[in-house]
C-alpha cells in the first residue's frame, strides 16, 4: 500500500496550489480520503474529506471558501485545490485513506506560503 503526495512548495499569500495523491496497492474507489495538515508542535487536523462513491465532501471551517477536495477514482488519485492562500496555511499536509480495517497515510508534502 503506498500514498504519494506531490505538489506542495513556496507560493505567495493569495496563491493557490493543487496538491495531488496518488494511490496504489488497495481498491482506491472503496476508500473515504481526507486532507490533513500538521505543523510542529500541533496536532494533525482535518482540512478535508472527500467519500469513496458520492463524492460529498467535508471542509475545516478554516478553509471552507477556498479549498477544495476532489478524487478521479479511475486515475487513484485525490486532489485539494488551494486557492486564496494565507501564511497559517503553511504546514505538512498529508493524505490518508480510510476503509474497514485499513487506513493508510503518505509521507506529507510541505506547503509554505510566505512573500
Known amino acids: 500500500v503506498q500514498l504519494v503526495e506531490s505538489g506542495g512548495g513556496l507560493v505567495q499569500p493569495g496563491g493557490s496550489r493543487r496538491l495531488s495523491c496518488a494511490g496504489s496497492g488497495f481498491t482506491f474507489s472503496r476508500y473515504f480520503m481526507s486532507w490533513y495538515r500538521q505543523v510542529p508542535g500541533k496536532e494533525r487536523e482535518l482540512v478535508a474529506a472527500?467519500?469513496?462513491?458520492?463524492?460529498?465532501?467535508n471542509y475545516a471551517d478554516s478553509v471552507k471558501g477556498r479549498f477544495t477536495i476532489s478524487r478521479d477514482n479511475a486515475k487513484n488519485t485525490v486532489y485539494l485545490q488551494m486557492n486564496s492562500l494565507k501564511p497559517e496555511d503553511t504546514a505538512v499536509y498529508y493524505c490518508n485513506a480510510r476503509w474497514l480495517s485499513g487506513d493508510y497515510w503518505g509521507q506529507g508534502t510541505q506547503v509554505t506560503v510566505s512573500s
Open positions: 472527500i467519500t469513496s462513491v458520492d463524492g460529498i465532501t
